[in-house]
Each structure stands twice: as C-alpha cells, then as structure tokens.
C-alpha cells in the first residue's frame, strides 16, 4: 500500500447558514464548519501534523525519516473523527480504543504520537457503528447507484444495461452488500444533519465502506459516506505538503 495512503487505510445539505460559508471563504483558520461552529480548524490540523513530524521514526528500509500522508488526509482524518463522535455520542454511544501499536507501526510513527490515538479511536467508531448498524434490504436505487460507479470506471464486460447488470447480481451478492448499505443508510442522515462545510483548500472527505478493484487496479468505493460539502465555490487544493 502506498504510502501516502496508510492512512485513509486506518482511518462517505440542503441548506446553507451564510456566515458558515463566508466564512470558509474567508478564514484561512477554519478546515470545517459544523453548522456554523468552526469546529476543526488549521490551528488543530497544525497542532497534529506537527506532533506528528516530532515523532516520525526512520523507515526500516531507507533509514529516512518521510512523512507519510499529506494535509489533506489529516484534514480529512479530523472532519471524519468529530462527525463520528457526534453521531455516536448523539446515540449515547463511548469507545475505547484499542491498542495501537498496529497503526503506530503502519505510519513509523512512535506509540504516543497524537495521530496514532486520533486514527485508533476513529477505527473504533466505525467498528462499534457497523456493528450498531442493521443490514438492509438492497434496493433498485442502490443497485442503480452501484452500476453507475463502476460504469464510470470504465466499460463493464459485454456492455450490459442497468437491467441486465441487475439481474446478474445474486442474492449471495446482496447479502454481502446489505452490511454496507446498512451501516451507510444509518449514518448519512446524521452526518448530513450536521451541515459540515469544509473549506475548499481541502478535500471534502469520504468513507468508503464497500470497494472493489477499478480498471486501472485502483480502489473503486462502491458505497461509501460523504463528509460534508465545500464550504466556497473554489476548486480543493490536492497538492498540500
């Protein structure tokens, strides 16, 4: 797994307050708006990027010290965090997270580093939110929205039309999707009654819960979560050191 990608690894609204989206415009402090409180803001994702660079350990092969991911996924890593907490503590849901000696090993990064605990504990809310989530019924809307994805991937086998393509899908095939379609159907609602804003220098971020392989041999969600919306007009900014 590329590097750059370990940690999206560990760790898918209607209306618009003004003020929030002015202010993701406007504020350079702001990553995101949850409402119209700023909730995760630059001075955060600095506070963890550079912890983070204070405890990176030496690559086992190079011996150099190499950060692993980009702003945009600690940016993305904190949006998500405090969308989970919110919806589980809504719920009257805590976790606890487990050891991470696994995710600490993964980024070389020393045990106590904030990002560890910060990536540990949103494991731990997906985990204890799947398992609170009850399968559900696959429908033609998911079934659709499935063939649309990979379509735009490239050209499925033999062309099929959504018909064909649907009638192909067996009822084994649902079973293992209805998990994954549960667990999106019980958080997007509450996620989307958050009304994050996220501001346009960064990705608006996503939980892929369902993937399969691309064309291309690249990870196609196939159904995932989405974070929010972009809090201005401006096109992400994807090349943040």
Not at 31 to 60: I, N
Not at 124 to 150: C, H, N, S, Y
Not at 169 to 179: G, H, R, V
Not at 202 to 221: D, H, I, M, R
Request: aromatic share 6%.
């Amino acid at each position: 797994m590329p590097r750059a990608r370990r940690l999206a690894a560990f760790v898918a609204v209607a209306a618009l307050a003004v003020s929030a989206l002015t202010a993701c415009r406007s504020a350079p402090d702001a990553v995101s708006y949850f409402g119209p409180a700023k909730v995760v803001t630059e001075q955060e994702l600095q506070w963890v990027w550079d912890d983070t660079e204070a405890r990176l350990q030496p690559d086992p092969q190079t011996g150099q010290k190499q950060m692993p991911f980009e702003r945009k996924d600690i940016s993305s890593l904190l949006i998500r965090l405090e969308a989970l907490r919110k919806v589980g503590k809504d719920q009257g849901l805590t976790v606890t997270a487990q050891s991470a000696a696994e995710i600490a090993q993964s980024l070389n990064l020393s045990p106590d580093a904030e990002l560890v605990g910060l990536a540990a504990e949103f494991q731990a809310w997906v985990t204890l939110l799947k398992q609170k989530a009850a399968p559900a019924t696959v429908t033609d809307e998911d079934m659709r929205g499935i063939f649309e994805r990979l379509s735009a991937a490239g050209p499925l086998p033999g062309n099929p039309t959504f018909e064909q393509f649907a009638a192909s899908i067996t009822d084994q095939d649902k079973q293992s999707l209805a998990p994954f379609i549960g667990l999106r159907n019980a958080l997007q609602p509450r996620i989307d009654a958050l009304d994050i804003k996220v501001n346009p220098r960064y990705p608006v971020p996503t939980l892929p819960l369902y993937t399969v392989q691309g064309p291309k041999g690249e990870n196609l969600p196939l159904i995932e979560v989405t974070f929010g919306t972009a809090g201005g007009d401006a096109v992400p900014v994807t090349d943040l050191a």
